[in-house]
């Protein structure tokens, strides 16, 4: 079986690579080989002493990375579940073909390409060392694999209600933030910026399963063999215990989640626009995709920022609602995408188009603003300083409008294949489609279009001129006004002319 579902996958991902596919593959295939190549630098640069630390912490990134990048859509399983309900095939045997299916795919291949700082690791420490590398690395591929797929299965057992999608984008989004801010864990142990892993981390890091490739190549190094025995043993041994798992997620069928609302009565939208504000409204309290992404943003920046309270840094405080922003624009720019079919209903209506771009944008507005300017005074009011005051002022209108006009145009250039909600599993992470990319791109975007203030502000700051950073607000309001506009009537253009071909993409 595993030899007929590999093909199949390859097949799968060379007939869907085009459009947003291939650029969200790309951009991760991009962003994966500079990782791996950082880790081979770090293993190479690292000194004697150091370098096994910092493999350890890198091998637990890959971890942490695998678990938690299914569930926020960055990857796309291709082959489900669902495709192969009527072949006769066992739990186990089910499972072990899609583990051997979701071994073909970019992640895959970068993680082995990493994982090759391993073999320089191994020969630094001593010949002998290598085979044991060679053959630690790809058993720790496959659990990695496994251990995905697990803990997707597993979510999604959870995750049947618009409560349960919110609660369980808490550890997603504190784990995400981890990485990108585990630097301030470490700072905040150690009393400074220390280069090397402090011991204590290290050996905890060793018993868990991201290290054990690490202890057997240094076990093998000083000649206890029976150490790295026992390691082999285990990847193994978690190898199968994973599938067994998986296998047993697998046999209950996973039945459609549908959130049924009550029936619409009273007020009656006057206007076309009021119409789209109010189903994108229930919309958003109803869709698990949306509420599950929302909710992860805000998450996120709320860890991100608070997390370096434990150095005693409080200037990210004024500028969560900011960064909030940010982030809610990649996490939210999936509007059309998971209306899926929807979409005709739009079309078949004569000058609809404009009312569904401005509509969504003023529900985005009236959703993400008032979250957006609560975390903004609370954090300037935390920080006690009017230092960043300037700096979150000058950058929270633009990002407010410059994001509800990238938000709908994004929608609409890159839309993603997403279920029609009627079709969906219970799991809104791996339901969203791959959002990684679409994420960098908007903070990438956003970056840009707020560069009039954001320079203002810089050059501000270095010349301690408080007229020209307080300038960036006024200049902030008036881009943010126009972008909103600009970009939305860009958005209505695509609409009107390219429905059809929208359409046919989220089919």
Same mark, same amino acid.
């Given at each position: 079986?595993?030899?007929?579902?590999?093909?199949?996958?390859?097949? #799968?991902?060379?007939?869907?690579?085009?459009?947003?596919?291939?650029?969200?593959?790309?951009?991760?295939?991009?962003?994966?080989?500079?990782?791996?190549?950082?880790?081979?630098?770090?293993?190479?640069?690292?000194?004697?002493?150091?370098?096994?630390?910092?493999?350890?912490?890198?091998?637990?990134?890959?971890?942490?990375?695998?678990?938690?990048?299914?569930?926020?859509?960055?990857?796309?399983?291709?082959?489900?579940?669902?495709?192969?309900?009527?072949?006769?095939?066992?739990?186990?045997?089910?499972?072990?073909?899609?583990?051997?299916?979701?071994?073909?795919?970019?992640?895959?291949?970068?993680?082995?390409?990493?994982?090759?700082?391993?073999?320089?690791?191994?020969?630094?420490?001593?010949?002998?060392?290598?085979?044991?590398?060679?053959?630690?690395?790809?058993?720790?591929?496959?659990?990695?694999?496994?251990?995905?797929?697990?803990?997707?299965?597993?979510?999604?057992?959870?995750?049947?209600?618009? %409560?349960?999608?919110?609660?369980?984008?808490?550890?997603?989004?504190?784990?995400?933030?981890?990485?990108?801010?585990?630097?301030?864990?470490?700072?905040?142990?150690?009393?400074?910026?220390?280069?090397?892993?402090?011991?204590?981390?290290?050996?905890?890091?060793?018993?868990?399963?991201?290290?054990?490739?690490?202890?057997?190549?240094?076990?093998?190094?000083?000649?206890?063999?029976?150490?790295?025995?026992?390691?082999?043993?285990?990847?193994?041994?978690?190898?199968?215990?994973?599938?067994?798992?998986?296998?047993?997620?697998?046999?209950?069928?996973?039945?459609?989640?549908? #959130?049924?609302?009550?029936?619409?009565?009273?007020?009656?939208?006057?206007?076309?626009?009021?119409?789209?504000? &109010?189903?994108?409204?229930?919309?958003?309290?109803?869709? %698990? #995709?949306?509420?599950?992404?929302?909710?992860?943003?805000?998450?996120?920046?709320?860890?991100?920022?608070?997390?370096?309270?434990? #150095?005693?840094?409080?200037?990210?405080?004024? $500028?969560?609602?900011?960064?909030?922003?940010?982030?809610?624009?990649?996490?939210?720019?999936?509007?059309?995408?998971?209306? &899926?079919?929807?979409?005709?209903?739009?079309?078949?209506?004569?000058?609809?188009?404009?009312?569904?771009?401005?509509?969504?944008?003023?529900?985005?507005? $009236?959703?993400?603003?008032?979250?957006?300017?609560?975390?903004?005074?609370?954090?300037?009011?935390?920080?006690?300083?009017?230092?960043?005051?300037?700096?979150?002022? &000058?950058?929270?209108?633009?990002?407010?409008?410059?994001?509800?006009?990238?938000?709908?145009?994004?929608?609409?250039?890159?839309?993603?294949?997403?279920?029609?909600?009627?079709?969906?599993?219970?799991?809104?992470?791996?339901?969203?489609?791959?959002?990684?990319?679409?994420?960098?791109?908007?903070?990438?975007?956003?970056?840009?279009?707020?560069?009039?203030?954001?320079?203002?502000?810089?050059?501000?700051?270095?010349?301690?001129?408080?007229?020209?950073?307080?300038?960036?607000?006024?200049?902030?309001?008036?881009?943010?006004?126009?972008?909103?506009?600009?970009?939305?009537?860009?958005?209505?253009?695509?609409?009107?002319?390219?429905?059809?071909?929208?359409?046919?993409?989220?089919?």
């Amino acid at each position: 079986m595993v030899g007929v579902l590999i093909p199949m996958k390859y097949q #799968i991902l060379r007939h869907s690579f085009t459009g947003t596919k291939a650029a969200t593959t790309v951009s991760g295939l991009v962003t994966g080989l500079a990782a791996a190549g950082c880790t081979l630098w770090l293993t190479v640069a690292a000194g004697p002493d150091r370098a096994g630390g910092a493999l350890l912490l890198t091998t637990a990134s890959w971890l942490i990375g695998w678990v938690i990048g299914p569930m926020m859509g960055g990857t796309d399983p291709g082959l489900r579940r669902e495709h192969l309900r009527h072949v006769p095939l066992t739990d186990r045997q089910l499972a072990t073909g899609l583990l051997g299916a979701a071994l073909v795919g970019v992640g895959p291949l970068v993680t082995l390409i990493g994982g090759t700082a391993l073999v320089w690791y191994a020969l630094r420490l001593d010949l002998a060392a290598v085979p044991v590398a060679l053959v630690t690395l790809p058993l720790f591929v496959l659990l990695l694999v496994a251990l995905s797929n697990v803990v997707v299965a597993a979510v999604g057992r959870v995750l049947n209600s618009r %409560l349960s999608a919110a609660l369980m984008a808490i550890p997603w989004g504190v784990l995400v933030c981890m990485a990108a801010q585990g630097w301030v864990v470490i700072v905040a142990i150690t009393g400074g910026p220390e280069t090397a892993l402090p011991p204590f981390i290290a050996d905890k890091l060793r018993y868990a399963p991201s290290g054990w490739p690490v202890v057997a190549i240094e076990a093998a190094a000083r000649g206890d063999w029976a150490l790295v025995g026992a390691v082999v043993a285990g990847l193994v041994a978690a190898i199968a215990v994973a599938v067994g798992a998986w296998a047993l997620l697998l046999r209950r069928p996973v039945s459609p989640t549908v #959130i049924r609302g009550t029936r619409w009565s009273g007020w009656r939208p006057p206007t076309a626009l009021a119409a789209v504000v &109010g189903k994108e409204l229930r919309t958003w309290r109803r869709d %698990l #995709i949306r509420i599950h992404f929302l909710a992860f943003a805000l998450v996120y920046v709320v860890t991100y920022v608070l997390l370096p309270l434990l #150095i005693n840094v409080t200037d990210y405080l004024p $500028m969560a609602g900011v960064f909030f922003t940010v982030f809610a624009v990649g996490c939210c720019a999936h509007l059309h995408s998971s209306d &899926g079919t929807a979409l005709w209903q739009t079309l078949l209506a004569p000058g609809a188009e404009r009312a569904d771009v401005r509509g969504r944008q003023r529900a985005w507005l $009236m959703l993400v603003a008032p979250v957006a300017i609560a975390l903004t005074v609370a954090g300037a009011i935390w920080h006690g300083a009017w230092d960043m005051v300037a700096w979150a002022v &000058g950058l929270l209108p633009v990002v407010l409008g410059g994001g509800a006009g990238l938000l709908v145009l994004i929608s609409v250039f890159m839309p993603m294949r997403i279920a029609d909600p009627h079709k969906r599993g219970s799991n809104p992470g791996s339901d969203g489609g791959g959002l990684s990319g679409i994420v960098w791109l908007a903070l990438l975007s956003m970056t840009l279009l707020a560069s009039p203030a954001l320079a203002l502000l810089i050059v501000g700051t270095v010349r301690d001129d408080a007229v020209l950073r307080w300038l960036a607000t006024p200049v902030s309001l008036v881009l943010g006004v126009a972008l909103a506009v600009g970009l939305g009537r860009l958005a209505v253009t695509r609409l009107t002319r390219r429905g059809p071909e929208l359409l046919a993409k989220l089919g």
